[in-house]
């Protein structure tokens, strides 16, 4: 399995950027997908996650309101639009994808159910 994250950048203050991550190697459309993100100096963090029929999606406190987590599975492509992005969101965003096949979350996944991730793509917000 490979996920290949694009779309990072530079952006000034509440600018917009979309992230996109290619997934290939199995049935994209049967596994859940997430966002992870990790600043400068912190732990990695949970940013968004969408199940496997994409009937759910969750959000950090952080992001809710002005980011949106979408998938297309007929181009096995997850997607991050974000919006009114901050000095904050500067971070390494990590695309990430469930082992579980149709797993039903009742909870945002943690980092440790998350089992196959992207390479990292660098978003910089300036203030």
């Known amino acids: 399995v490979q996920l290949v994250e694009f779309g990072g950048g530079s952006v000034q203050a509440g600018g917009s950027l979309r992230l996109s991550c290619a997934a290939s190697?199995?049935?994209?459309?049967?596994?859940?997908m997430g966002w992870f993100r990790q600043a400068p100096g912190k732990g990695r963090e949970f940013v968004a996650a969408?199940?496997?029929?994409?009937?759910?999606?969750d959000y950090a406190d952080s992001v809710k309101g002005r980011f949106t987590i979408s998938r297309d599975n007929a181009k096995n492509t997850l997607y991050l639009q974000m919006n009114s992005l901050n000095a904050e969101d500067t971070a390494v965003y990590y695309c990430?994808?469930?082992?579980?096949?149709?797993?039903?979350?009742?909870?945002?996944?943690?980092?440790?159910?998350?089992?196959?991730w992207g390479q990292g793509t660098q978003v910089t917000v300036s203030s």
């Open positions: 990430a994808g469930d082992l579980v096949y149709r797993r039903s979350w009742y909870s945002p996944p943690q980092q440790y159910e998350m089992y196959y």
């Open positions: 190697g199995r049935t994209f459309s049967d596994y859940g």
């Open positions: 969408i199940s496997w029929s994409g009937g759910r999606t």
